[in-house]
């Protein structure tokens, strides 16, 4: 009898441990998946990114993105299948959950931006036209330096397999500024370097091109003031040039159907060091056809001098004692 007991004990326990098993099982996944049968069909994330040298942002230090998605099921017929879903880097895994499974028919279209946490995001500007695999996000670059972000999205479309590949391409453009003096035996002090009449806002659209995304700007609004931070008033040291700050901007043109009139200028106000009543202010525009891009870097040199000298055709300069070369030097991304 007692052998009996223990037989019976053990079956029981050997019922209720698979009972647990087919009860978390079944809790994996959300009831509107179909995984076939085969867990090698949960979603998984590869992602990269283009390469920069100055941006704030590549593979190696994000570490969450969101990604949206719709199911296409062959019929004309569509459904959400992930909406603003976090993703976080673990390892060399990028994980989340409730986990998704590839549906067993039709395929499925991803969106994804970086910073996960976005300031510039307008939630309610963000919208995916089902039909056309086309997506649109509003976004605003900020003033405030220390809340600009690099600002990334990716998109891998029709997808029915694993690895889904995510390639985050930069959205704004990247400005540097760099200093040096003309003379090596005048130390200049930059107080202030100001962008004025900058758009701050715009729709970014993710236009559908076999299994990613063309991205394209658009509607741009708000023109703003930015100032490139500096944590102390930036003094020249030498002939060598030594960057004084950077900052993110709106991809743009100095002239185009929201800007009819070229009204953007770099304000630049300096001064000699040890020289009373030597202040200046050195005002310059870019020209007409000039353009900041997506995904490129610009690198603004400035070269402070007492002596004149000729100016190249890209520079507006409106100046008292001391003159400022200036030039300009654009670098893509994806080098």
Not at 61 to 77: C, D, H, L, P
Not at 198 to 218: C, H, M, P, Q, R
């Amino acid at each position: 009898m007692q052998t009996n007991n223990k037989y019976r004990l053990n079956i029981g326990r050997m019922i209720f441990s698979l009972l647990i098993v087919l009860f978390f099982a079944g809790c994996s996944k959300d009831d509107n998946d179909i995984d076939n049968g085969m867990g090698e069909n949960a979603i998984a994330f590869d992602c990269s990114t283009s390469n920069l040298r100055a941006a704030k942002a590549v593979t190696d230090n994000m570490q969450y993105f969101r990604v949206s998605a719709i199911w296409e099921k062959e019929t004309g017929v569509y459904e959400s299948f992930m909406s603003n879903q976090l993703v976080e880097k673990q390892g060399d895994s990028w994980v989340y959950s409730p986990i998704r499974y590839f549906p067993g028919y039709g395929s499925v279209s991803f969106f994804a931006y970086s910073p996960a946490i976005s300031s510039g995001v307008n939630s309610d500007l963000f919208y995916i036209d089902n039909a056309t695999n086309q997506i649109t996000i509003q976004y605003d670059v900020s003033t405030n330096y220390q809340q600009q972000e690099d600002f990334m999205v990716a998109s891998s479309l029709d997808q029915k397999k694993n690895p889904v590949k995510l390639k985050f391409q930069h959205a704004l453009s990247n400005v540097v500024f760099q200093v040096c003096s003309h003379d090596p035996n005048v130390t200049f002090r930059i107080n202030e370097i100001k962008l004025v009449n900058l758009f701050s806002k715009g729709l970014i659209t993710g236009v559908a091109d076999e299994e990613t995304s063309n991205w394209l700007w658009y509607e741009r609004l708000d023109r703003k003031n930015y100032i490139v931070y500096q944590k102390y008033p930036f003094e020249t040291q030498g002939e060598d040039y030594k960057e004084v700050g950077n900052l993110m901007v709106l991809p743009q043109a100095m002239v185009f159907s929201q800007r009819p009139v070229n009204d953007f200028e770099i304000v630049v106000s300096y001064e000699i060091v040890g020289t009373p009543g030597s202040e200046a202010v050195g005002n310059y525009t870019l020209d007409d056809d000039f353009a900041f891009e997506m995904g490129k870097r610009y690198t603004f040199n400035l070269n402070l001098g007492t002596k004149p000298s000729s100016r190249s055709s890209r520079q507006t300069i409106g100046m008292t004692e001391t003159e400022i070369k200036f030039h300009v030097v654009c670098e893509s991304y994806d080098e």
